[in-house]
T-cell receptor, first 116, second 114 residues
């Protein structure tokens, strides 16, 4: 069982749709992340939130819009996606995002997104 | 330039035997290493980590060994169980780097045969 919960598990959307991915953790972690993973590849970082503030955007297109309503929740709003955006979207959290404190990332099971 | 290498794309072992998964790295600034297990259609699950101040860390059936001079680490699973069949990713973080700055290897598919 993962302690990072993501919904929905699967999502199929058209290129003109607007949808949102949700992530929740109750481990008291103050850093949360969005990753994208293509088949047989390692996860690629998209966004980092530290203490509910966006600290890193890895040059992600604006059709992906993250939101952190509180310390336990992380959303990813999707609009006007392309078929090549189809992938597994993973949420992760860690105790904190600090260069002086090693804290492993805990991943959710992801949302399998298909853009048609 | 691949800084974390898992040179074996796949490994097959018999149930009850030891599984040894290997990982090599090139960046001497890496000082924190992690292993993740991933089942199909699921996210990576954190297994075990090791800091460069240690050369061994053990957690139940899982032991990670770090050889800093050789820039090599390995994950030992003993005894192996069919439920261990998954893709195993090695990841590394550089000294002074944020926790999200993980460099992942490409993964090794472990199959444990009953």
């Amino acid at each position: 069982d993962t302690e990072v919960t993501q919904t929905p598990k699967h999502l199929v959307m058209g290129m003109t749709n607007k949808k949102s991915l949700k992530c929740e953790q109750h481990m008291g972690h103050r850093a949360m992340y969005w990753y994208k993973q293509k088949a047989k590849k390692p996860p690629e970082l998209m966004f980092v939130y530290s203490y509910e503030k966006l600290s890193i955007n890895e040059s992600v297109p604006s059709r992906f819009s993250p939101e952190c309503p509180n310390s336990s929740l992380l959303n990813l709003h999707l609009h006007a996606l392309q078929p090549e955006d189809s992938a597994l979207y993973l949420c992760a959290s860690s105790l904190r995002d600090s260069s002086s404190y090693n804290s492993p990332l805990h991943f959710g099971n992801g949302t399998r997104l298909t853009v048609t | 330039d691949q800084q974390v290498k898992q040179n074996s794309p796949s490994l097959s072992v018999q149930e009850g035997r030891i599984s040894i998964l290997n990982c090599d790295y090139t960046n001497s600034m890496f000082d924190y290493f992690l292993w993740y297990k991933k089942y199909p259609a699921e996210g990576p699950t954190f297994l075990i980590s090791i800091s460069s101040i240690k050369d061994k860390n053990e957690d139940g059936r899982f032991t990670v060994f770090l050889n800093k001079s050789a820039k090599h680490l390995s994950l030992h699973i003993v005894p192996s169980q069919p439920g261990d069949s998954a893709v195993y990713f090695c990841a590394a973080k550089a000294s002074g780097g944020s926790n999200y700055k993980l460099t992942f290897g490409k993964g090794t598919l472990l199959t444990v045969n009953p």
